[in-house]
């Protein structure tokens, strides 16, 4: 089985942005009440809004994705906890109601009504209410949530213990991932997403986090940001530091996605990080639509380049399967399940 | 002749430090008047501090270090204009007498005196004493003088046109560096720096900048942040967002420098970067101090990832010396009189 760790709902029926967009003008008349009308969205529609999604992992021989809202789209720097709230509930209902059309394809994970200069206390109940009762297996952390102003405490910082404890309790880990930038000097996919993914392992590394949580798993999408290419930095940083051996450090805690859009770049990554640390992921359809005319293929194929990577058949498995198994446990049922 | 495109007078006599903690010190009481008091700082001191330098050049085979200040001590952030200026002059001055005292060795490059807030127009006085006065060859461009706020508007906006004019007038090349960060969630070295990096290049592809200056040159540090590791999703983005192509983009004004501390990365850059497009560079005495256990070598020994790397003799010789001195150009001149 191949278990691509890294889908947004990037393609919701256009009902969802309608939502949205009427939720944003009314944080312009602050006096009107706020209430959280429901959705007219059909089955039918939301079947029709995956088919791209369906056909990629036809096309390209991958089984499930665990999918989760847009991540550009939680922009929790817009509004406040209430708008967050409504808005994080309704897209989590979204990814609730596709993976219980087609449970083979896709697996819950959540986002968060996370709010600039609110404690992520907030956050807890939504994660409860996605894991326990829709049956989610993890949730999208934004280390940012004022979308590109980064003045929110850093992830070892105690402010996100609380949610942290949640976490550990419900056994589920969490993506680290931010959303739009609404800094003119961050582009959100290609700059602001993989500087957010190199500054949150720094602050693993420089932190004790995992000894206070030896269970909590983060995974740092886009193949880590910038830190495999890094890898002898950040090898000498913790040396000069002393702090751990990287290898140590991120065992079993950090884990790297495979969403790099070419041979070379997965190549390095295999190369320098343990085969135990890394997840399939594609974030198809997401940053990257094209297809590369150096290859002929989709740039976010990135089956192919794990595949032609020089990589063993159980390093493979592990990438594709065992090591997502592992990190997101309660998938294992739910696919029990769905394969009956 | 092998060219360092990056180092920083990381080993400054103390005296340095001590003026600097006094300026620190004096705003705290700003009714006190701000006069820039001279170092005492002597020729044999500065001997002195630069043999860690010059050992590692000998040791490593290497001939010229281009120099500038320390990059984490520019700390734009601190202070106002008057305490940037007084501050980035003794600098400066301190760089060039050690490039006076050793000219086969060192070659300038300045420090600005950047501030938060304020037009970038302020940095041309100095960037034209360092130059015609100094024989400086370029110099340091912070994008974020905040220090990890970024709250400056990005590189491509028509606020650093004054300054990139000047530049282009003289014929120096910046790189783009920031400083120290005064934002907990960023580590300096470890995230701020790479995040720079990153952040600058999609600048660079969004704009126009470059049409706009086609003989303007700018030096991305740090091997290119997260750039070539993620090469594949630049040229999607790029293809995405309608954009050159990326080798077409850069090939006049972009340049990524090779301090890449192991040597997949290095192997990574010269697969997917043009050799046109990479000047050797080691940051050396800088971020990472250590001997890497896995090969008993300098982490920051860049030459020998160079030395080792799938390169032709041809794009060796460009990355070691003839792309320094077409970036820049006015070393050339220096180069040859220091030889004679």
Known sequence: MIID???????????????????????????????????S?????????VQPQLKFQNDRGTDVTIFSPRASAMAHHI?????????????????????????????GVCQLPQTPGVTPDTCIAELKRCVTELGFVGCNLNPDPSGGHWNAPPLTD?????????????????????????????????????????TAFMQFLTADLFK???????????????????????????????????????RNNVFFDTCVYHQPGIDLLAKVVPADNILF?????????????????????????????????????KIFEGNARKVYPRMNARLDRAAR
Chains 1, 2 share one sequence.
């Open 5 to 39: 760790c890294h889908g947004h709902f990037t393609t919701a029926p256009k009902e969802l942005q309608a939502f949205r967009d009427e939720q944003i003008e009314g944080l312009k008349h602050p006096g009107q009440s706020r209430t959280k009308r429901p959705l």
């Open 41 to 49: 969205i059909t089955d039918d529609q939301l079947r029709e809004a």
């Open 79 to 107: 509004g406040d906890l209430t708008t967050s709230t409504h808005w994080s509930e309704h897209c989590n209902d979204l990814i609730h109601r596709v993976c219980e059309i087609f449970p083979r394809n896709f697996v």
């Open 158 to 198: 105690k402010h996100w213990y609380p949610f942290y404890e949640v976490m550990v309790d419900l056994d589920v880990p969490a993506m680290v991932h931010v959303s739009a930038s609404c800094n003119p000097n961050f582009h959100a996919t290609g700059a602001h997403y993989l500087n957010a993914d190199t």
């Open 212 to 250: 206070d949580f030896p269970t909590l798993r983060m995974i740092i999408p886009h193949g880590g940001g910038a830190v495999p290419y890094h890898w002898g930095r950040y090898r000498g940083l913790a040396q000069d530091l002393k702090r751990p051996l990287l290898t140590d450090l991120i």
């Open 281 to 317: 992921g594609s974030e198809m359809v997401g940053a990257v639509r094209g297809i590369d005319p150096e290859t002929g293929q989709y740039y976010d194929d990135t089956k192919r380049y794990v595949d032609a990577a020089a990589l063993g058949a159980a390093d493979k498995d």
